[in-house]
């Protein structure tokens, strides 16, 4: 049966790395035990204490969240408050609670490329600074006859994913040659004598973070008592992963006409907008969540428009200033698809792992924010 550990491990391998979470995230695990047994998941963006106790009532294992349960360290843990009591009941009912949150937003596939789908934009990249990988090539020489256990070892670790293909390598085969020294216990060869074998080259790719473990892992299953092993730095090309996202209509609007779409493809019946509203809008940026932090990198863009939520007073003077277009669809109404893309891809992956387990979508969630 699957665990909550390997819940997350899929998460994190496959939907939401964690070196892609923002310094003052709070990404992760909130409450629960990775041992924990899941048959059941529910996703949501909020773990508010209605959306906690649906998931306690349907006898759910784990919830996963867009945003945190805890953002900053806790000084006590009262069961009074609303923190303590969703804390109380998720150990009560053993409902472990996980938060996928900038993370999810700034990975190729993630909510800021979810929202842009939405717009129907074309040529989408990173609207602020891309995530540097930092990614290694890693190489590793064994015996011909163990290079399924190689292989086999890689694929259990965070080696070799390529956008979203993974357990990605290339090998070929060809002649090691070596003398063991004093002290050695060679697999192969006797001391102190010239050694050829056949071997294999597998190469892999891997991040910089997440080297050490891969190497560790794999010499676990390596027979020579000191494997023979490569690491060489890549140079970083264009980037698909960081905040934000910037792309191009097929065919350009009047504003009034983008803003409907907007609209339609949010299920939205109003929405703020400020600036030049008699523009024809072609390149669109736009920002999940509460995107003010990056009105700076749109007003550096070419983009027409900017599409976010929570922006301020002053964000719509600076793109008043600049002649340019933003509209404000809300926080709520730009990240509420992270729990259906969620439900999807972890639905599919459980079925590629074998895991019977149900995963739901949150319905009952509603933007706190209502027009009168």
């Known amino acids: 049966m699957a665990t909550v550990g390997d819940i997350i491990t899929l998460i994190e391998k496959h939907i ?4 892609l979470a923002e310094p003052w995230d709070n990404c992760g695990l909130q409450m629960g035990d990775r041992s924990w047994p899941v048959r059941k ?10 959306v906690v106790d649906y998931a306690c009532s349907i006898k759910a294992d784990l919830l996963v969240t867009h945003h945190p349960l805890i953002f900053k360290p806790m000084k006590s843990l009262d069961f009074s408050n609303p923190l303590g009591r969703i804390i109380s009941q998720s150990h009560t009912h053993s409902l472990a609670i996980y938060s996928a949150h900038t993370n999810f937003d700034s990975t190729k596939g993630g909510l800021n490329d979810i929202l842009a789908r939405k ?8 609207l602020g600074r891309p995530v540097d ?3 290694l090539k890693l190489v590793i020489f064994a015996p011909l006859d163990h290079k399924e256990n190689i292989l086999g070892a890689l694929s ?11 357990c990605c390598s290339f090998l070929c085969k060809g002649k090691g040659r070596f003398t063991s020294g004093q002290g050695a216990n060679p697999f192969l060869g006797i001391p102190g004598e010239l ?21 560790d892992h794999v010499a676990k299953v390596h027979p020579y008592d000191t494997m023979a092993y490569d690491l060489y730095p890549l140079v970083s090309d264009s980037c698909l992963e960081g905040l934000g996202r910037i792309g191009r209509l097929e065919h350009p609007l009047p504003f009034k006409a983008f803003v409907q779409q ?20 072609g390149s669109v940026a736009l920002c ?13 863009s070419h983009a027409d428009v900017y599409v976010s939520g929570d922006l301020h007073y002053h964000d719509a003077r600076r793109v008043e200033d600049a002649g340019r277009t933003l509209v404000d669809v809300g926080h709520f109404a730009s990240e509420i698809p992270m729990a259906q893309a969620m439900k999807d891809a972890l639905t599919s992956l459980c079925g590629q792992k074998g895991f019977s387990i149900a995963v739901e979508a949150c319905a009952m969630e509603k933007d706190p924010f209502i027009y009168i």
């Open 16 to 19: 939401a790395r964690p070196h």
């Open 41 to 50: 998941i529910v996703t949501a963006l909020d773990p508010l204490w209605d």
């Open 119 to 126: 717009m129907g934009l074309t040529g989408i990249r990173v």
């Open 133 to 135: 990988p930092e990614r």
């Open 156 to 166: 259990e670790t965070a080696a070799g994913i390529i956008g979203n293909y993974t």
């Open 195 to 215: 050694t050829d074998v056949d071997e294999v080259r597998i190469e892999t790719l891997v991040l910089k973070r997440d080297a050490q473990g891969v190497i």
């Open 262 to 281: 907007v609209k339609d493809s949010l299920g939205l019946d109003t929405v703020k907008v400020a600036g030049n509203r008699d523009m024809m809008i």
């Open 288 to 300: 999940t969540g509460s995107g003010s932090g990056m009105i700076g990198d749109f007003i550096q």
